[in-house]
């Protein structure tokens, strides 16, 4: 059963980079057939798709946010991380990591509130 | 970009009723829409992939259907555990968009 499990700061100030990982467990990023991603929901609001990698690092990016996030992946760990840059009130959600299978994502972490505030 | 207008944004049925929700796509997406289901404080679960393909273990009362830009997420007998909110979800040129969801509460 592959499990994913989102980590980082939960509280991040404006103009700062928020930074998070996802561990996975269950299976294997490097044994490729999927594809990695995140996902965000602001609060109270609906999902909203940041981007995804695949394991040998080929990246696919939400153009509203490209400028602004980097995802990578660092299979000896079984992690992939998310970068997302010049943060602001707006950024503040609950993040996802999921994993993606046919461009459906089948398995999903608990998701990280990430708060961004001076 | 693929927008997607999903409606309605919520509905209220009783417990046996069936419930339909519709998703539309901007423009022709064939079959590549995903729904899903997101109960309080939880993350998404797949429950349809490629419009009309059940993921293994969920309940045969959920169902979709469509192609093109109209597409329709049914469930054929309303249980109280599926009081929840529906997002459907496109695929287009390696990038996705999520419709704006529907919640169901039980009248």
């Known amino acids: 059963q592959v499990q994913l499990q989102e980590s980082g700061p939960g509280l991040v100030k404006p103009s700062q980079t928020l930074s998070l990982t996802c561990t996975v467990s269950?299976?294997?990023?490097?044994?490729?057939?999927?594809?990695w991603s995140w996902i965000r929901q602001h609060p109270g609001k609906g999902l909203e798709w940041i981007g995804y990698?695949?394991?040998?690092?080929?990246?696919y990016y939400n153009p509203s946010l490209k400028s602004r996030v980097t995802i990578s992946v660092d299979t000896s760990k079984n992690q992939f991380s998310l970068k997302l840059s010049s943060v602001t009130a707006a950024d503040t959600a609950v993040y996802y990591c999921?994993?993606?299978?046919?461009?459906?994502?089948?398995?999903w972490g608990q998701g990280t509130l990430v708060t961004v505030s001076s | 970009d693929i927008q997607m207008t999903q409606s309605p944004s919520s509905l209220s049925a009783s417990v046996g009723d069936r419930v339909t929700i519709t998703c539309q796509a901007s423009?022709?997406?064939?079959?590549?829409l995903n729904w899903y289901q997101q109960k309080p404080g939880k993350a998404p679960k797949l429950l349809i992939y490629?419009?009309?393909n059940l993921e293994t273990g969920v309940p045969s009362r959920f169902s979709g259907s469509g192609s093109g830009t109209d597409f329709t997420f049914t469930i054929s007998s309303l249980q109280p555990e599926d009081i929840a909110t529906y997002y459907c979800?496109?695929?287009?040129?390696?990038?996705?968009?999520f419709g704006q969801g529907t919640k169901v509460e039980i009248k």
């Open positions: 999921a994993r993606v299978s046919a461009a459906a994502a089948d398995y």
């Open positions: 269950g299976g294997s990023i490097s044994s490729g057939g999927y594809y």
């Open positions: 990698i695949y394991y040998s690092g080929s990246t």
């Open positions: 423009q022709d997406i064939s079959n590549y």
């Open positions: 490629d419009a009309s």
């Open positions: 979800q496109q695929y287009d040129n390696l990038r996705w968009t």
